[in-house]
């Protein structure tokens, strides 16, 4: 009994074998067919014409895009590029400026807020002191411009030294009008200075730039110099011309004599009595200052007057009369 239930089983698995074969289909390699070589460039020709053509109609079309871009560009109005630089330069826009946008400030204390608004009074108070300064300039400009409308009389400042020797010894000041001539310096102060012959001086003055000479008939207008301001000026003697040996206030004075036609000179200084020059004169003359009587402007000088009391100027001449 078990060889035929073994059969039984064999012909059941060749059966059911035999059904899986038929319900699996096994798809057998469809054969390819290939053209011919000919007919294989045929097509490769019209296919490289059609791609030539098609870029050719694009070309054609983005010209024709480029075109109308330009056109409608054309129209537009072009931007001003001031306004462009101008942003560039100093942070606006269109000429607008923009505030930035700050983050939210920290809480301040107390005391820093007290300390933010006095700085900021003291801020106000500047500004005002400084509006007021502006308004006293522009006052003081328009008296300035109103003056000058007004022909006022013009002048210089003059500080007079004589070169190679102290300030101390000789340093004169006094004033000058812009159209006078430089003749009055020469005759006034050659002399006070210790030459009596006022061709013996050279007269400069010390300009910014240089050493400028001054002629006796030339005026500060000559040498535009400058207005109501100090101009130093220098005498220097000429070339073998000894001046004098004087003090600051020394003059000369001219004493007429009867007995003698050439007048004597004699220096003095302005704060010196007239009893202090006879007794000088009583060595020259071997007179007695008793018997000395001195006259200026027909007046008899008194042994205490003094040449600067007088008003005496230099080279002013007095009368000596000797007395019997």
Known sequence: MSSDSDCNIYSNYQKFRKKIKRSVVVEKPKSVKTAPKKVLEKKKEASSSDSEEDLAVAYKRYMAEKAERER?????????????????????????RVEPILPAAPAISPSVRAMILDLEQDEREIRAERARFAQLADVERKRELELAKVELPKY?????????????????????????????????????AGWSNPNDVDLLWDAPEQLETLKFYETPKTHNMPLFKYAKLIMVGKDGVQAEVRKKGDIKLKINLESQRKPLEKIIHKDKTFGELKKELEKDLKVAPSKMKIVFDAEVVDDADTPAKLD????????LAILG
């Open 72 to 96: 409608k560009a054309a129209k537009k109005p072009k931007r001003d590029t001031f306004w462009d630089e101008y942003d560039q330069l100093y942070g606006t826009v269109n000429g607008e």
């Open 156 to 192: 210089i400042f003059i500080t007079l030294t004589v070169m190679g020797r102290l300030e101390e010894d000789f340093n004169e000041a006094t004033k000058l009008d812009y159209d006078k001539q430089f003749a009055d310096i020469y005759i006034k102060y050659a002399p006070m």
């Open 312 to 319: 005496m100027e230099e080279a002013d001449v007095i009368d």
